[in-house]
């Protein structure tokens, strides 16, 4: 059954922000110098767009290489009631943060009379798909071509920001 969530704030989406991973700096093109740039840009980006009252769904691989400790301060820098919807890259360490308002591997929730279903990982077909109903995801980083009424909402697509679901493709 979905949740319907509230809409007196605003509901944002993100997905595979690699908080701390060289790596995405060179497989996913990132335009930043540095891990350390890169954080802070993406940091810096989340709390230009995300107000503290507001809800962020963040559909996995929020950090990688990064200890518990670093990986909680980057959690508490960012504003908002953040949930996670776990990724292929988000360990245990990550997964039972105190920062996350809900952890689930899979959701699906109502906003503004819209089903929306939350996976970290794109579908062929999903719940309420012939009823309207759009699938979020992450993991694909922008290099799979989307289905009628899906969306990757990763920060590689959506200039390292949160985005709305309202400025989506499809919605």
């Known amino acids: 059954m979905p949740v319907r969530v509230g809409t007196l704030m605003a509901i944002w989406f993100t997905a595979d922000t690699h908080f701390g991973h060289a790596g995405a700096l060179s497989l996913y093109r990132r335009p930043f110098a540095s891990v350390a740039a890169m954080n802070a ?19 996995g691989d929020f950090a990688l290489r990064t200890a518990a400790p670093a990986a ?15 990724g292929n890259n988000d360990p245990r360490e990550i997964i039972t943060l105190p920062g996350w308002s809900s952890v689930q591997t899979y959701a699906e929730i109502i906003l503004e009379d819209r089903r929306l279903v939350l996976c970290h990982y794109a579908f062929r077909t999903w719940n309420g798909m012939a009823k309207g109903a759009l699938n979020l995801h992450g993991h694909s980083h922008g290099r799979l071509k989307p289905l009628p009424r899906q969306t990757d909402v990763g920060v590689d697509v959506h200039d390292f920001r949160p985005i709305a679901v309202s400025r989506l493709r499809g919605a």
Do not use: F, S, Y
Request: glycine residues 2%; charged residues 30%; hydrophobic residues 45%.
């Open 41 to 59: 840009a993406m940091i810096e980006r989340w709390n230009e767009t995300v107000r503290p009252d507001d809800e962020v769904w963040h559909l």
């Open 72 to 86: 909680a301060a980057l959690l508490d820098a960012l504003q908002g009631r953040k949930h996670l919807i776990t």
